[in-house]
């Protein structure tokens, strides 16, 4: 099981805003920059944003992300139905010295 | 463009070894730490290790240490996955990653994933 904890789900209509969070602790979210990844399904994971809120060239500005203390969150805005996808966060921690990825998020478009 | 190319799909038999390759274009193969991430079916992302190609550095996560070894040659433009004693539950997808940003950063590019399935 991983250090770090997602929601297994998120879900909402077109045009909707939805949030997924990402709970680690002080070794790993509390100290280090998290990374948000998508893998649409059947496909390798890509790059959704990095150092807790960059998006790399080409991400839709739909996507934003925050951190506070152990925890982050990916907010996808204006939902779209090719935003139907598992989201993963990432993070380096420093007791386990390696990275970490959170537990995974399904994000399904109503 | 920046490429990284994985090897085709392997089944093995439980308690012999495997051995996945990765070749990258597109940008200097020595600048970038590369990593290696396993998927089993229907799971989420595991981080198995990462290699700097420069010296050939390894960190490797705790679940894989003794099982895992991670090389990269330089002459070739690859990096390779080694995973021994397999058993059923290493049966997944294979991937491997650039990480920009060192051994702390994040993985920017990705290979397009490796089946292994492991069976008697």
């Known amino acids: 099981q991983s250090v770090v904890a997602q929601s297994p789900s998120a879900s909402g209509t077109p045009g909707q805003m939805i949030t997924i969070s990402c709970s680690g602790s002080s070794s790993n979210i509390g100290s280090n920059y998290v990374h948000w990844y998508q893998q649409l399904p059947g496909v390798a994971p890509k790059l959704l944003l990095y150092?807790?809120?960059q998006r790399p060239s080409g991400v839709p500005d739909r996507f934003s992300g925050s951190k506070s203390g152990t925890s982050a969150s990916l907010a996808i805005s204006g939902l779209r139905s090719e935003d139907e996808a598992d989201y993963f966060c990432a993070v380096w921690d420093d007791s386990l010295r390696g990275h970490v990825f959170g537990t995974g998020t399904k994000v399904t478009v109503l | 463009e920046v490429q990284l190319e994985q090897s085709g799909a392997e089944v093995k038999k439980p308690g012999s070894t495997v051995k996945i390759s990765c070749k990258v274009s597109g940008y200097p193969f020595s600048d970038y730490d590369m990593h290696w991430v396993k998927q089993a079916p229907g799971k989420g992302l595991e981080w198995m290790g990462l290699v700097d190609p420069i010296d050939g550095e390894t960190l490797y996560a705790e679940n894989f240490q003794g099982r895992v070894t991670i090389t990269a040659d330089t002459s070739r433009d690859t990096t390779y996955l080694a995973l021994s004693s397999l058993r059923a539950d290493d049966s997944a997808v294979y991937f491997c990653a650039r990480s920009h940003g060192g051994k702390f950063g994040y993985l920017d590019y990705w290979g397009q994933g490796t089946l292994v399935t492991v069976s008697s």
């Open positions: 150092e807790n809120n």
